[in-house]
């Protein structure tokens, strides 16, 4: 059976999941029914993706059955990625992904505040003030507010500003203070138009002996604290509670956090801060009625759904539909709206896990753009004895619907295929915190329901309406793509809307060195065949572009055509921003389509506007060849090759003495020596290569988990000091240093417009060889000196620097390459 169907596709389009669909088995499905029977709901709160307590969570959910929730105040979007380039926005989309993995492996639920992790500070107040506490702190009432929960848990100590990363300390501030909040009307009271004023009934925080002066001050204190066994092992999956905490810490991949489980006791511990002492210190829930008592009307469907428990048969799932179906009849006349929602998707769920009932909508095509039509494929089958007849099929939105009246037998499966046609208006694919303009420190969103969300639901959906055993019920399956990867085997990615071209400029940061012209080339991708347009280049006075438009025309979809642009530097250091405008017909477009494909999370897809930074620089260099070894990513190669220089990627097995004597100066990439092990059996050919003449270049790397203690010939001492304030002043300590002052005059200026922060990982004590270049601080704090080190070695230079130059470069902020082109030229 083929139908074709219209849809208005009118609604906001963003990233969202489509992993492998969800098949429990019956041991699953009765760990689901013990949650079922379990209302009670616990929301744990930190700062960052990777600050959450995975053994906690999976224990609440796991072993006592709550709903567990996580509220991350940020994306993560201020750190360093190990798996790639991405970093800000880009890699904050990375770390939600690995979130929303790690919860499906320890059973919790992800939310989010719209504060950005601008990096590491010192304060809370800092974090407060950038962020804007006001937007923040609403955020964490609408988030207590929404997921209502009965106690909340803090990972960090509120009390103990300066001890630690202030945006750990300020995300514990801000729950202290939102759980007061939250039950007030006259707190944030435009939030009650779409919710209700909630006071969770106990708060906690979750400590441990790290945030003590010692261990023995530690055991004083915890005699007051609740104790709880997190080593609890879970037969039916064969794994240990701490075991599920490991495999669900080990999504976060883009910070290397990859975790071994272990096994037996492990015991955590929570000091209470508002709200009654429990009784029973093992009971996180004494004195909260967690069963279906707690509801008016819920007495008995807790009744049913016991019975269901005790009387679960492994063999045959089936067998409790009946009874599932009478709860379920039940849950729909509940009065308590909140409790009703999550209990019936919950129950829902059941019941179709028990039939082993399986449906299916996939797209034929993984994208789409406006006005495209696309075909659905439809798959319904019931592998069970219980009758079940699907009535019909709606996608969504549109509500365009197929009338089926179709019995489904026990494992007879149903196709049948449907087309639709997306609006011409239809929204493109992006994360939906990233389609406004962000504030310094949060991000703009208009849309009050999306805010906390980890990603927008999705709004492409099938709706099959069923009958089973009589009684009437929908299931929303997320309309996906399917393929048939020859290694993988089967993967699911999400269906998008993409607008008709993507734009790329390769280069986000052009830098002009000198007043020559560069060709820019500017890539047009067609994503429907047959498109035609002209495509302008647009940016400030003083630079000239030649041509201004120019037309083109690709008759493929999925074909490309570059396009060449020279573009004229004025003749005085400036800067611009260049943004190509593609107009087809009466509409413009100036997207890219960007994807992000890391195995351990879904592809994603963003469209995202097009803006380049062109740079022009007074700047002289001096050398040519540059040896570049990788660490754990930046854009140091591109951008030196921005300036003039020949950049050459050097792998460890490369690194000989005779061999790098080619080039005339050796930058190690950030992190290297945390994770490339290989660098530790050739530091003595790099040792070489500088007694011998050559210059060598370490970037920042992190004190703990270095491979080796012997970075240099002489003592060097890696700490944790940085400097977080970007606009920290900086001070010469060696005003006549050769990296001061050749080719380039560095000047105060150098230091303006400097991003996030000066400098990380310094060291804090280095042998006399050393001479220590720049002095600077946050307010109210020691100078700190290490931030860059010169030494002389034999008839070359060993450099170390925490200055982040990661950060600056892709930013285009012109001292920062006017300082590092001398630090590559000294002795030269």
Not at 156 to 165: A, L
């Amino acid at each position: 059976m083929r139908k074709t169907l219209l849809l208005v596709f009118c609604f906001l389009v963003t990233i969202s999941e489509a992993q492998t669909p969800q098949k429990l088995n019956s041991a699953e499905i009765h760990q689901a029914i013990k949650k079922l029977n379990f209302l009670g709901s616990v929301l744990y709160i930190a700062a960052h993706p990777d600050d959450e307590n995975t053994r906690l969570i999976s224990y609440i959910s796991n072993s006592l059955h709550a709903r567990t929730g996580y509220l991350s105040v940020t994306r993560g979007d201020g750190g360093q990625n190990l798996l790639g380039p991405q970093l800000k926005e880009l890699l904050g989309v990375i770390r939600t992904q690995e979130l929303l993995a790690a919860r499906r492996i320890d059973g919790g639920e992800q939310r989010f505040t719209r504060a950005i992790d601008f990096g590491y500070t010192k304060t809370p107040e800092e974090a407060l003030k950038i962020w804007n506490k006001e937007i923040v702190l609403g955020d964490v009432v609408w988030a207590i507010r929404n997921f209502k929960p009965d106690v909340i848990i803090n990972r960090f100590n509120h009390r103990t500003s300066g001890d630690t990363h202030g945006q750990h300390t300020a995300s514990a501030l801000l729950s202290f203070e939102a759980f007061k909040l939250a039950g007030n009307s006259s707190s944030y009271p435009n939030q009650l138009k779409l919710t209700k004023t909630y006071t969770p009934k106990k708060l906690y925080f979750n400590t441990s002996s790290w945030f003590y002066s010692s261990q023995e001050a530690f055991e004083s204190a915890s005699a007051q604290f609740s104790k709880f066994d997190t080593g609890v092992y879970f037969p039916y999956n064969g794994l240990s509670n701490p075991e599920i905490a490991a495999l669900s810490r080990s999504q976060h991949q883009s910070q290397g956090f990859g975790s071994s489980g272990s096994r037996g006791s492990q015991i955590e511990y929570l000091e209470l801060l508002e709200g009654e002492q429990p009784e029973n210190s093992t009971n996180l829930f004494a004195g909260i009625d967690t069963s279906w008592n707690r509801l008016n009307g819920g007495l008995k469907i807790g009744q049913i759904l016991k019975q269901v428990e005790e009387n679960y048969d492994f063999e045959n799932p089936s067998a409790s539909v009946p009874q599932l179906l009478e709860a379920y009849k039940l849950i729909l006349e509940l009065q308590d709206e909140h409790w009703r929602i999550i209990k019936t998707e919950e129950i829902k769920n059941i019941i179709a896990a028990s039939a082993g009932l399986y449906l299916e909508a996939v797209s034929k095509t993984p994208t789409a753009t406006p006005s495209e039509k696309v075909t659905i494929a439809l798959e319904a089958i019931n592998r069970s004895p219980i009758n079940m007849k699907l009535t019909a099929i709606s996608l969504l939105p549109g509500n365009s619907e197929i009338k089926i009246q179709q019995e489904l037998m026990d494992n007879s499966n149903w196709k049948t295929t449907a087309s639709f046609k997306v609006h011409p208006t239809a929204k493109f694919t992006s994360a939906y915190w990233l389609k406004e303009q962000a504030a310094l420190g949060t991000y703009t969103v208009k849309d009050q329901n999306l805010i906390g969300l980890p990603e927008a639901p999705s709004q492409y959906k099938a709706r099959f309406s069923l009958t089973i055993e009589g009684i009437e019920i929908s299931f929303d399956k997320a309309i996906s793509y399917k393929t048939t990867h020859p290694v993988k085997g089967e993967i699911y990615q999400p269906f998008e809307i993409i607008p008709p071209v993507s734009i790329n400029i390769a280069d986000k940061v052009l830098i002009f060195a000198n007043n020559d012209t560069k060709t820019v080339p500017v890539t047009i991708t067609a994503s429907k065949a047959n498109i035609s347009g002209k495509l302008d280049l647009k940016t400030s006075d003083g630079w000239k572009i030649v041509p201004r438009n120019t037309d083109f025309s690709i008759k493929e979809k999925g074909g490309t055509m570059t396009l060449n642009f020279d573009i004229t530097p004025p003749s005085d250091q400036a800067e611009a921003i260049l943004t190509p405008i593609v107009t087809i017909g009466d509409k413009t477009y100036s997207d890219e389509v960007v994807q992000i494909d890391y195995n351990h999370i879904s592809l994603q897809t963003l469209a995202l506007p097009v803006k380049t930074k062109l740079v022009k620089l007074i700047i002289k260099k001096k050398g040519e060849q540059i040896g570049y070894i990788e660490g754990a990513g930046d854009v140091i190669p591109e951008s030196l090759e921005q300036i003039g220089y020949k950049v050459t990627k050097i792998a460890p097995s490369s690194i000989l003495a005779n061999y790098l004597a080619n080039f005339d100066a050796i930058v190690v990439g950030i992190r290297a020596y945390n994770i490339v092990d290989d660098l530790k059996f050739q530091q003595e050919e790099l040792f070489k290569y500088v007694e011998n003449g050559g210059t060598l270049i370490f970037q920042y790397n992190v004190n703990r988990g270095l491979i080796t203690n012997k970075l240099t010939p002489f003592p060097l001492e890696i700490s944790r000091e940085r400097v977080t304030e970007e606009d920290a002043e900086v001070s010469f300590l060696d005003k006549e240093n050769p990296i001061l002052n050749e080719p380039n005059k560095i000047t105060s200026a150098d230091f303006e417009n400097w991003v996030q922060e000066r400098g990380l990982y310094f060291p804090s004590s280095w042998g006399e060889e050393f001479t220590p270049i720049l002095s600077m601080h946050d307010e109210n704090e020691k100078a700190l000196n290490g931030s860059l080190l010169c030494a002389k070695y034999g008839k070359g230079y060993f450099i170390y620097t925490g200055l982040s130059f990661f950060r600056q470069f892709p930013e285009g902020v012109p001292g920062a390459f006017r300082l590092f082109a001398n630090i590559v030229s000294i002795g030269k």
